[in-house]
């Protein structure tokens, strides 16, 4: 038994509404790739969640007084990305170096909910 990684070439940005699926199985049959009984399909969250629309605008957000008092305990986290972590969270665990360590609504631990800020 092996293992061998191999990247989708020619994958497209992932846009809200994609079809995912469709992008990937699209990007493969373009590079006369196919998939085998067996293989396995990894995929960034990333991607996923910007297919389904899991984007959200700082501009639009307005901080609770809770986003408030926890951004000011952080270390220099906007108010608005703390508003965003808080509203997939269902209760903070741990608060440790200016990330929250939070259980979110599928019932997941990990860091700020899962908000990816990089895009911000």
């Known amino acids: 038994m092996s293992v061998s990684l191999l990247p989708i070439a020619g994958v497209p940005a992932v846009q809200p509404g994609d079809d995912l699926p469709g992008l990937l199985f699209a990007a493969l049959e373009r590079n006369g790739d196919r998939l085998f009984d067996g293989d396995l399909l990894v995929v960034c969250q990333k991607a996923v969640s910007k297919s389904e629309g899991r984007v959200v605008d700082l501009r639009t957000v307005t901080p609770s007084s809770f986003a408030e008092r926890l951004a000011a305990t952080t270390r220099n986290k906007d108010p608005r990305v703390i508003e965003v972590i ?27 909910a899962g908000v990816d800020e990089s895009n911000s």
Request: proline share 4%; aromatic share 4%.
């Open 86 to 112: 808080l509203r997939e969270t269902n209760r903070v665990v741990k608060m440790d170096a200016g990330h929250l360590i939070v259980e979110t609504g599928p019932g997941w631990v990990c860091a700020n």
